[in-house]
Every structure is written in C-alpha cells, then in structure tokens.
C-alpha cells in the first residue's frame, strides 16, 4: 500500500510565561535568564497512514490530539521531528475560520476553494452541488456576517469537503447543523471512503469511531500509547479513564462476610471494584453510608454489551444512633432504601430502581444489632442503546412513599454499552406480539 502519511519522533512544545513582561523580556533578552517553563504538546510521535485507510485518534481532552492534526494540516509547524503528507488535504478543524464575515456564502466559496488550490473554473463546476449539499437557500448570496451558527457551520463544511480532497482530516466535525444536516455529514464521509479516500477522525463518541474507523491511535500526554484494532485501543482508552478502577479477571471475589454468589445469568466472570472516594459527587447526611462497592458482570473495564447482566454489590454501613435520630426528626419509619439512577450522557434520566422495604429483623437500626449490610443488585439483561451511561447510587430512610435521602453518589459509577445491536431510542424493552383473531 501507498503510504501518504507519514510521521517520525514528531514533538510540539509551548513556551508557558507567568506574566506579559516575563514574555516581552524573553522576546528582546533571549539569552538572559530562563523566565519560561516548556509545555510538551506531542512528545516522539511516530505511525504512518495507508492510502484508503481510515484512522481514528482518540484520547482524553489535553492529550495533544488537536495539536496533532494541526501539525498534519500545515496550520501550525513542528518542533522537532519530521512529516510528510502525499495528496491534497481538505482539513475539518475550526469551520469557516478563514471565511471572510463582509463576504458572501457564493465568495466564501470561492475564495476557500483558492485556499485549497483550485482554480476558477474547477469551482464553477462545483459550486452547483457545494450550494445544494448546504442548503441555506437565498443567503447564499448574503454575507456570512448575519448567517446563524447552523448555516455557517453547513456551508463551511460543504464548502471544505467538495474541493476533491485526497485526505480529510476531521476533528469532532461531523458534530455540526441539525439532525439531518449529520446524517447527511455521515453519509458523504462513508461515501468518501468507499471511494478509497484516507480519513483522519478525531472524535469522543467511541462508539462512532470504532464503526468508522479500521484502526485507532490512542494519545495519552502527548504520546501514543496504543495504535491497533479498534476494539483493543478502545479498551485501553477506558483503562486509562478509569484510572483507579479496581478489576479481577476470572475471579470471584466478593466483599467480606458476603454470602451472595453470582446468579446463572452473569456471562462474564469480570469484577470492577469501585474507589467510592474517587470520582462522583458525594453528598447527604454522615449516619448512613456506601462502604464498598463492586460490579461482576463487565466483559472489560466498565464496558457491557445489550444482552450482557450485571450485578452490583454494596457493603452499607452506618450509625444507628444517628439514623434513630433522623428518623424521629423527619417522622419516617425506621427502614433502609437502596436506589439506582440510571443517565445517559445528555443527562437523561433513563429509569430509577430502588429495594422495598427491607425487613424488620436487619433493617430497624436496633443500637444492639448490626451496623452494616451487603445488598446486591440484578440487572438482568441490560439491553440499552451503545453509549455512555452513569449510575447513581443512593441510600434512604423511610418507605417509598414516605422517604428522607441520607447519602447519594452522584455519577460514580460510569459504563459504556458497547453494541452494534441497532436499538431505536434509548432502550430495548421485552415485549411480545402476537395474532389475537382475524377480522
């Protein structure tokens, strides 16, 4: 294969000033003291790109991503290292950053498309289909300046992709206009690539990189850290979310004292322990409060699939003289409630579960008896759209009907579904149907 990419120890470094005058002074005595410290952007990147493949960057925000498509696209320059691109480069990085707000859309065009190294006549013959791929009707012919965000961003990227491009280098660019407006985006990148074109995509939806791209590079503090099939850099980059996640492969370890074993329906002998101090929001009152917490279930670090189960096994302890007191403050029965909030990434509530009321015998916070329990919660099967989904786990007092929230926290648990099931909506719900009586 031709390679049209290709990138050997390529570094970008900043210099980082305190103040104004410690860079003014820099500028006019360069070689007086040091009054910068260096910031490395990229540090040693080496791959190489195929023609016709297409590659996927991913890494957590500051990992120098961005920088590294700049560098590529000739917007900002190396400093030290070397890179060679074969092929006209259409770049998708700020749309419309070089377009001229007193200029209309049709001289934007044009004037775009000189940037890229057509000439006239080779616009004239697209600028039929680049107005049409747009569709901002007459303000095509008005200045950018009065165009709202959505029409601006349309024509921008109309106008860098029907240039006949030999490589597209995007980052998080599909992500613009309405509903239509990307799937209409979606559709010409798919027919880029079928047309044996090389695409560069950055992008945090995963899920999309991973169905677009035959290979991802994984960029962790200005350097690679993986470079591979999609499903194993995909992996890796949760790892490396989920730093302080706790996990045991093939084993089935449980929390102390626990009598509960796995149930038939957890396929995968995966257990992701959970640091309760290390990510989410913690809030409420001090009497009652989540000990340990782990999950059995997972096929890797904090990734389910639709048809997988899960379980999620607490350790809850508490005060009883306090949680006495708070039930007589409040009026409520002295019972304890567990619930689950299940989100999506937008912050949508999908569904909430939470236990009845538990029994006498455990739950009456009697100042002689226990002061902790293990409650383990079934999910079985999961059966959710792919995504990123967060679990909030929280504790009560009282009944459903009648309840006082002791501890709550926010956002702790954090898993994607990873799934090319096609789900319509959110969730799939069981369901049967069936012929009644013909008419």
Not at 29 to 58: M, W
Not at 372 to 383: L, S, V
Request: with cysteine; glycine share 8%.
């Amino acid at each position: 294969m031709n390679k049209v990419i290709s990138v050997q120890e390529l570094s970008k470094s900043y210099k980082l000033y305190n103040s104004k005058t410690d860079r003014g002074l820099d500028l006019f005595l360069p070689f007086g003291k040091k009054r910068y410290k260096n910031f490395h952007a990229l540090t040693d990147v080496s791959f190489s790109v195929d023609e016709g493949e297409s590659i996927g960057i991913i890494g957590r925000n500051g990992s120098g991503k961005s920088t590294l498509l700049k560098i590529l696209s000739g917007v900002l320059s190396q400093t030290t290292g070397t890179m060679q691109v074969q092929g006209k480069v259409a770049s998708l990085l700020e749309l419309g950053a070089g377009f001229n707000p007193e200029l209309t859309g049709r001289e934007n065009i044009y004037f775009n498309g000189a940037l890229m190294g057509c000439t006239k006549a080779q616009m004239n013959e697209r600028i039929a289909e680049i107005i049409r791929f747009a569709d901002i009707g007459d303000f095509i012919d008005q200045p950018v300046k009065i165009y709202s965000s959505g029409m601006f961003v349309r024509l921008a990227f109309a106008a860098s992709v029907h240039v006949d491009p030999d490589i597209l280098i995007i980052d998080e660019a599909l992500a613009v206009g309405d509903v239509r407006f990307q799937k209409k985006c979606v559709d010409f990148m798919r027919n880029f690539k079928e047309r044996g074109k090389t695409i560069l995509f950055v992008s945090h939806d995963i899920f999309t990189v991973k169905s677009f791209c035959n290979r991802l590079i994984l960029i962790n503090d200005g350097k690679i850290e993986a470079i591979g099939e999609p499903d194993e850099v995909a992996n890796r980059y949760y790892q490396i979310m989920f730093p302080k996640a706790e996990s045991t492969e093939g084993e089935n370890k449980s929390l102390p004292n626990s009598k509960l074993t796995l149930g038939e329906h957890v396929v995968n002998q995966y257990w992701l322990n959970i640091d309760m101090h290390a990510s989410g929001v913690e809030w409420g009152h001090g009497a009652a409060w989540i000990e340990k917490l782990r999950i059995a279930g997972l096929k890797e670090p904090n990734i389910f699939s639709w048809r997988d189960s899960i379980e999620i096994e607490l350790l809850c302890q508490w005060n009883a003289e306090d949680m006495l007191a708070l039930c007589g403050e409040h009026g409520v029965i002295p019972k304890l409630l567990i619930g689950f909030r299940l989100e999506n990434s937008q912050g949508w509530v999908i569904t909430n579960f939470a236990s009845t009321m538990l029994e006498d015998d455990v739950f009456n916070f009697n100042l002689d008896g226990s002061s902790e329990c293990i409650i383990c919660c079934k999910i079985a099967p999961m059966k959710l759209a792919a995504g990123h989904y967060f679990i909030t786990p929280s504790l009560a007092i009282g009944t459903q009907e009648q309840l006082f929230p002791v501890k709550e926290y926010t956002n702790l648990i954090h898993l994607y579904c990873d799934t090319t099931v096609g789900v319509l909506g959110q969730m799939r719900l069981d369901y049967s149907i069936e012929l009644v009586e013909l008419a």
